[in-house]
Each structure stands twice: as structure tokens, then as C-alpha cells.
């Protein structure tokens, strides 16, 4: 998908899970194949609705998971083919930033003994140059020195999603997946932490994997979008191409459920989302997207399309890709509304 060697690949990525269901044992498939790959320095976008498989997605990319067929390949190398030396600096150029920043610390542990303890776990340093990193991070996240004695619950929500931020850049990494960073904050501490994200990306030459059901929020991040359904990556390309001239039915809707995103009503009835999304226990024949698509013809029920370059720089995974509506434009919009 991209022409400079990528530091993030996923080739046709299983996996599942063993459930238990009404019937007995079952298969969850909670990814069907992906083929991703994120090139250095660069912000790329994973949307798609609850469930469709992002922090599973997440998961492998920072070896929490392993997949169940297809390979993860982290700067070309395979974490499975690793030898045991290689495995132990390995996990370092990658870290995880999760959503919720109560969670992800632990109450008992002060904000600096947070950032430290990475640090302290991989045997970084003695105990004075291991604070004066928590002090470097704390500054690098725009926060003050004073506050490495305080505790998680003495922080504002926007202030502990910094601290794990810095607690994931303690290790130096190149790549941070960061997953729903931002939805539990409030809409003004959203976009502080993004600007922030934002200059810490150029500032530090990161690559991000930035996982969000946000469209918005990932519109004002990322240059790269993965849309996600049930499993499967159904588009992908820039975000300028994307958000302007989406050519899967799924991310169509997708952006007709953002307020100046909006089709023309004219093409309203191709694009609105109908039905439950599927259960990835019992997933659909041909199309995942078959049983809830508008544009549904016999041919998807049987036949699973394949993402393939229906533009220069923008792969869907459509049999009609071409027949997808343009988006209306908005000043068409205002002129018609009441
Ligand atoms: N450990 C697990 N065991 C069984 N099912 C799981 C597990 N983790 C995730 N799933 C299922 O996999 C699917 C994808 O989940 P997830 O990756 O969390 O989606 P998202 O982050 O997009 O909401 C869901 O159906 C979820 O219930
Ligand atoms: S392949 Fe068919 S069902 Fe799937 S998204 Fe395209 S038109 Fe809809
Ligand atoms: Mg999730």
C-alpha cells in the first residue's frame, strides 16, 4: 500500500477467539484477514464502529496478542521468529497508549513512579537518572515537575492521559498505537491532547497507529485512514481521499453520521446504515457488508470483494466501488435547507 518500507505490517492477519455460546463451543472471528502496513513518521487513522476488531487490532501490534495465522511484522521483523536477545529490546519500539487514563494507572503509585516504572522494568539507568527522565517527560507532556509526587485520583482526566503518554514514550519508542486516546475526555481537553499528540509526532519523529470510532477526531490527525468492519479493512487511503470521495458504501455512512460531513439528499437513501452489525461468531457469506449494505446486489451475498486501488492511493473493498455517490457538497446543503 505504500512505496517506502513500512515499520508497521500486517499480512492477511487472523484472529480468533474460542467462545462459548447457546450452542456450545464457538468460533469468534474477530479480525478476517488484515492486510495493513504504516510507513515511518506517518499517522494512520482506524476507524469503524464498536466491536469491528480495533483493539484486537492494537493488541497484536503491540504483541499483547498473537495472531491466529498471518504475521505482524514490526520494522520487517516477525516478533514469532525472533531469538530470545532480540525479543527482549523488541518490545521497546512499540508501546500502547489505551483509553482510559484510570485504568491504565495504578491508583498506589504516584505519577512519577508511573513514568519510572517502565524504566526500572527493562533496567534503564539508576535511581537519579531515572528521575531526571521523569522530570524530562513530565515537561515533554506539558506538565509541571511537582507533579510526580501526586497520585492518579488527584489528576484531571486530560493530566493522566498525559502522564500515559509519557509513561509510553519513557522507552523511547518509534511507534505508539495509541487506542481511543481521547473519548473518555471532554471535547476541549480532546483537542489539547491532540495538539499535543500532534507535536509530539513531528517533534520525536513517531509513527502512530491511532485507533478511534471518531471520525472527527481522526480527521484532524491523521494522514492515513483504515476503515474497519467486522474484522475486515474495507477502505483505505489518504484522508483528504477518503473523507471527500469515500468509495465503500460502509464509509459512506460513516461520514453522512458526521454533521458537515453530509451526503445530498438525493443520494440519502444509498448511504443510510440499516440493521444490527453482524455477529463475528456468525459472519456473513461473500460481503461482510452485504447484510446491512444499500447497494447490496445478488453477486455480494456469494462473492467476497477484495480491496483492490479503485484511485492513486485509495483501495475499497467493493464489487461496486465505482458506483458509490459522491458526497454532497455543503454550500449544495445550505442551499437546501429549510
Ligand atoms: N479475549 C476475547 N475473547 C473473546 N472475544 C473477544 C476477545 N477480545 C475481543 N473479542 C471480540 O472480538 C470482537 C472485536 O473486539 P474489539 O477488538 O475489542 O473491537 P473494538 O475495539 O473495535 O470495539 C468483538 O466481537 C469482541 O467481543
Ligand atoms: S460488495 Fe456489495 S454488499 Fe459489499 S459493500 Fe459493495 S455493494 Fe455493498
Ligand atoms: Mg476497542
Redo the contacts with the bound molecule.
Sequence with gaps: MTAVAPVVAMENVV?E???RGQGGKGT?R??DGIDLQVARGEIVGVV????????????LVVRM?SPSSGRVLIEGQDAAALSKDEIRTFPRKVQLVFQDPYGALAPRMTVGGAIEDPLRIHGIGDSASRKAKVSELLTLVGLGDRLASRYPHQLSGGQRQRVNIARALALEPEILVL??PVSSLDVSVQAQVLNLLRSLQQQLGLTYLF?S?DLRVVRYLCQKIAV?YL?NVVEYGTAETVFSRPRHPYTLALLNSIPDHQVSMRDQRSVLLRGEVP???ERPSGCPFHTRCPMAREICSESRPMLREIAPGQWAACHFSEDVPALGDQERMSAKAP
Design positions: 484472529k477467539y474460542a467462545v469468534l474477530a479480525l469503524g464502529e464498536s466491536g469491528c476488531g480495533k483493539s484486537t487490532l492494537a493488541k496478542e487506542d481511543e485507533i470510532h474497519m474484522g455477529s463475528p461468531i
